[in-house]
């Protein structure tokens, strides 16, 4: 893998890809330690070390190859120092790609679904015996709160990032491709280049590979140059998969999972049958906290189409009951470009609040009149839409939301899940176990 190399060094590593790969890499017997600007002190975790950037420096200097996340840019100091050292550098995307070649690569992308799919493919091997190693974007419980496991079997189950063509670090034996949309705008230019970014990492599939994917999304996306060995899945062919989790997209996204491991060898209905004992994911669905009698889940979603899917699920599982939305735009870029998408995706939501944007490091100074324009559009088409300026008053403002509605769906990839689990820190945790019958109510 790294031949001759022993230590290894990764700047940004609580970042979720790097943590996780740092602790793939510190299980396979590297030193590995690491820097994050949000590490005050030295800690072991995992059979890795995060060193405060005091000590960083010296880290550095001991180190046979540097890592860095996709946040750290060329001058940052301690790839500064690295160059001045002469030490080896490479971006996670390459460093996953070298790791990923000791395995048979099972990758799972797409603009949506891919952590969860990534996720119930790896559970599917887990319960047949085929013991892989795993890379998610999101923790489970299953991993111990952790987001990758690594097994000792043959099969590498990896979630491929599309984002700056991350994926074509990879050589997959076999791929799943969930779903392709516009997304990344502060990247992509178009949907043509998003297809064309897919083209290539297909062209990277082994001679003999598959490449799993709903049948409308082929159809949907005739561009993109599906090999032959393209294993179509129906929309509805995850229909009868019970799972703990809302929403005939997840259970599409189970189809697909189902369908990979029929390739492998293993019985569709033994695959189907394993799921059911699938408990999700982080912040997808998450139940967090309840206030009063109100449930509060935090997902993921930060693209009109993922807050779509996730509220018809919602609407379904949670028939009759009044839901309300706290959206947390993750970038203005984001927000400006989709618009339209985000106005129509949240009409489904009996209420709304429209929380502080989440700005990337680098860009936090950013700003535009596309929250306010938003706020103003939703209570144009008459729903109860609200703003929220500052975190601080989150606790108190929450506590009046709750009131209005049955349930609470936060949709965050930046702060606001933080600063929902730091409210509710101290409570009981929420029961999340479901009773037969609830379970029942997931399958659609």
């Known amino acids: 893998m790294f031949e001759g190399m022993k230590n290894i060094f990764m700047v940004g590593i609580e970042g979720s890809g790097m943590r996780g790969l740092a602790y793939l890499f510190a299980k396979q017997g590297f ?22 950037q005091a000590d960083a420096a ?3 200097r001991a180190a046979d190859v540097l890592v860095y996340s996709d946040a750290v840019r060329s001058d940052h100091q301690l790839r500064i120092l690295a160059e001045e050292q002469g030490i080896k550098q ?24 891919k952590s969860s799919t990534t996720a119930m493919l790896a559970h599917i091997l887990v319960e047949a015996g085929y ?42 034996t076999q791929m799943i491709i969930t779903s392709i949309d ?8 178009s949907l043509e280049d998003v297809e064309l970014a897919y083209s290539e990492f297909i062209s990277r599939l082994a ?23 393209t294993v179509r899945v129906g929309v509805e062919a995850g229909r009868d998969i019970v799972m703990a989790l809302p929403g005939k997209h997840m259970q599409q996204n189970a189809s697909l999972a189902v369908a990979l491991t029929a390739v492998l060898g293993i019985d569709k209905g033994q695959a189907s049958l394993s799921l059911t004992t699938f408990s999700g994911l982080k912040r997808r669905m998450e139940k967090i906290g309840v206030i009063g009698a109100v449930p509060v889940y935090s997902d993921y979603g930060h693209h009109p189409q993922e807050i779509e899917a996730t ?19 993750h970038m203005i870029e984001r927000l400006v470009t989709f618009f339209e998408g985000f106005s129509r995706s949240l009409e489904a939501a009996d209420a709304i609040m429209l929380c502080p944007v989440f700005y990337p490091k680098g860009r936090e100074g950013e700003i535009s009149d596309a929250p306010g324009k938003l706020l103003t559009d939703l209570q144009g088409k008459g729903k109860t839409a609200t703003l929220l300026d500052s975190y601080d008053t989150l606790p ?36 999340l176990r479901l009773s037969g019958e609830e379970l029942g109510r997931y399958q659609v």
């Open 31 to 52: 030193d590995v330690a690491g820097e994050d600007d949000t590490a005050a002190e030295r800690r072991e975790i995992d059979g890795y070390t995060i060193v405060p």
């Open 58 to 60: 010296a880290a550095v």
């Open 90 to 113: 490479m971006p996670y995307q390459e460093a996953l790609g070298v790791f990923a070649k000791q395995y048979t690569t099972l990758a799972v992308t797409g603009t949506h679904g």
């Open 131 to 172: 013991d892989p190693t795993v890379l998610v974007g999101a923790s489970l419980d299953a991993f111990g709160g952790r987001n990758a496991r690594a097994g000792k079997g043959e099969y590498f189950v990896v979630e491929a990032d599309e984002y700056r063509r991350h994926f074509l670090a990879l050589e997959p």
């Open 182 to 189: 516009f997304d990344h705008p502060d990247y992509f230019t």
């Open 207 to 229: 001679d003999d590979g598959s490449v799993v994917v709903l049948s409308d999304v082929v159809k949907e996306h005739s561009d993109v140059k599906w090999p032959t060995q």
């Open 311 to 329: 509220l018809a699920g919602a609407k379904d599982f949670f028939a009759g009951k009044k839901i309300g939305v706290l959206v947390e735009p």
């Open 396 to 431: 108190a403002v929450l506590q009046k939301f709750a009131q209005q509605v049955d349930v609470i769906i936060a949709f965050t990839a930046g702060h606001l899940d933080a600063h929902l689990r730091e409210q509710f820190k101290n409570a009981a945790p929420p029961n």
